[in-house]
């Protein structure tokens, strides 16, 4: 019989690549961790590591049993939120979300569950993708609500449920009296602008470079910013262009003096999912509010 709690271990080491690192996350000493891998490795009666110069990796074996469990780790999860929550939706349910989504839907959610589910209390964090995926992959969150551009496509992490939300489309936000706010924009047209972008390393910095090379130029980012408010007003004072999705047209409004604009060059949309671990009655009852 497999040690649930070593799998956990080998789950971490999967993630984190060294026993230290997993030490430091399960609070653990690397000795102690090497001594429960080890231990692990007898119980499965196959090689689950090996060395690689002076650092040690999973074998092809260890791999598998990783992907095993994710399915064994979630399972039990299940079965004790299960236990505790019976059939009847019951919190607390720790939700991570980004700004906009929160606004336009995590908050209306909260407000139905409240008449809904008088049993269930909807916590809410606002986190960027990358930080939800992470709080929902350490167990610190129940649901992630992240989004992915089209030109940036990302699987879902080994052992997440993903669900889609909705799709919007990448306008382009310029001053009113540009001259190509007329109507649809080619990119090709704006290879002299100045841009702002979202903060350097994240995914709206790298949806703009990635766009702008597909219409043949890099774009000169003078600003950064990623409150999507800041950005609406920056382009009203002739900072630069931006592109921006749709829902901050709802969410955030449009000052006046800035127009939204789609763009003609290239296809670029927003999707946004509502990703899982574990299903239960208080996540189910939650995306069924949020439309997933």
Request: with cysteine; proline share 6%; charged share 20%.
């Amino acid at each position: 019989m497999l040690d649930p709690t070593r799998l956990r271990l080998l789950r971490e080491f999967a993630e984190h690549g060294t026993m230290t690192a997993v030490g430091e996350v399960c609070g653990m000493t690397s000795s102690a961790v090497s001594q429960q891998l080890a231990t692990l490795e007898r119980e499965a009666k196959v090689p689950l590591f090996e060395r690689a110069g002076r650092r040690v990796r999973l074998t092809a074996e260890g791999r598998r049993l990783v992907r095993h469990a994710h399915i064994v780790l979630n399972a039990l999860d299940a079965a004790e939120e299960d236990l505790r929550s019976a059939s009847t939706p019951r919190g607390p349910l720790r939700v991570a979300c980004f700004a906009t989504a929160a606004v336009h839907r995590v908050l209306p959610a909260i407000a139905a569950a409240r008449t809904r589910h008088p049993a269930l209390h909807v916590i809410l964090y606002e986190l960027e993708p990358r930080e939800a995926v992470e709080a929902l992959r350490d167990g610190t969150c129940d649901l992630a609500i992240t989004f992915t551009y089209n030109l940036i496509p990302e699987d879902p992490p080994l052992g997440v449920t993903r669900r889609l939300l909705g799709v919007e489309p990448i306008l382009i936000a310029l001053p009113a009296g540009h001259p190509a706010a007329t109507g649809e924009v080619d990119l090709r047209f704006l290879r002299e602008e100045q841009w702002i972008a979202g903060s350097q390393g994240t995914t709206d910095h790298e949806m703009l470079d990635r766009a702008c090379a597909l219409a043949g130029f890099h774009p000169n980012v003078i600003h950064t910013a990623d409150d999507y408010a800041l950005v609406v007003r920056m382009v009203r004072e002739g900072l630069g262009a931006s592109l921006v999705p749709e829902l901050v047209a709802t969410v955030v409004g449009v000052p006046d003096g800035v127009v939204l604009r789609p763009i003609s060059t290239i296809e670029i949309t927003r999707t946004t999912h509502a990703m899982v671990r574990t299903a239960t009655p208080a996540v189910n009852a939650v995306l069924e509010l949020l439309g997933g």
